[in-house]
């Protein structure tokens, strides 16, 4: 997520110095040499021992490098919101992967296709979008300044676009086990890759039994605890 040289907009004197200048220079040599290829350029990259790190996290490597200039793991990155919006729809079994066509409102309802359809108007700018570190589409904009603000988290807490995809995702894996705790494994597969927990398998059959408890349908307890999941970090985030 950060270039060898930090300043995307300006390769001058004014700009970063590059953290690996050798590595820079051979990219660009070996770029230029093989045609000016940027395919063979991403797979050059792609599949490099650095690029396919993990993400664990070394005490001993952290203390030296805290901020990974070295690049001793892959740093965790936050999705950007078209492929975080993209993502939740795919998680709920909405996702019209479909090529091609005219843009549309992000915020028209039955809107399932990629983000990368949505209409953008320079001076109207989709709420999702504006809300989540869309580039000003009127100015010149090198890179995306990420932002965290309570705004952020009051749409995910209460946007109809969330509510529908959280309703979605329980049909799609209501038939996916008998009991409570085949259904939440089969949601965290389905969310994060993996299964939960004993805790988090434990945490998610008492959270539904409370709703039960003061009388929450059963549709709509499980809508809620679908919420919960996609409006968490683990989703948010490439780890």
């Known amino acids: 997520g950060r270039g060898i040289v930090e300043t995307p907009s300006n390769f001058g004197v004014q700009g970063a110095a590059p953290t690996h200048r050798e590595l820079l220079n051979d990219l660009a040599t070996r770029f230029v040499a093989n045609g000016w290829s940027l ?4 797979r ?20 030296k490098d805290p901020e990974n200039q070295w690049l001793w793991r892959m740093t965790p990155k936050r999705l950007d919101v078209e492929a975080w919006r993209d993502a939740l729809l795919s998680a ?9 066509g005219p843009p549309r409102e992000l915020h028209e309802a039955g809107n399932r296709r990629r983000t990368v359809y949505g209409l953008v108007r320079r001076r109207e ?14 100015a010149s904009v090198a890179q995306r300044e990420p932002t965290i603000t309570p705004l952020q988290q009051l749409f995910v807490l209460n946007s109809r676009f969330f509510e529908q ?12 086990g008998t009991n409570d705790g085949e259904r939440i494994a089969a949601t965290y597969e389905r969310l994060f890759q993996r299964l939960p927990t004993p805790r988090e398998s434990h ?17 709509e307890a499980w809508r809620q605890y679908a919420h919960v999941l996609l409006s968490s970090n683990e989703f948010l985030y490439i780890d």
């Open 92 to 100: 709920s079994g909405e996702l019209d992967q479909r090529i091609g």
């Open 165 to 176: 995809q959280s309703r979605r995702l329980v049909e799609t894996v209501s038939q996916s």
């Open 125 to 138: 700018i989709s709420e999702m979008l504006r809300l989540f570190d869309f580039p000003d589409p009127v």
């Open 39 to 42: 395919k063979w350029l991403h």
């Open 203 to 219: 945490l998610g059959v008492q959270y539904l039994q409370q709703l039960r408890e003061v009388k929450v349908a059963e549709a």
């Open 44 to 63: 050059e990259i792609m599949t490099s021992a650095t690029y396919q790190q993990s993400s664990y996290r070394d005490p001993a490597s952290f203390a």
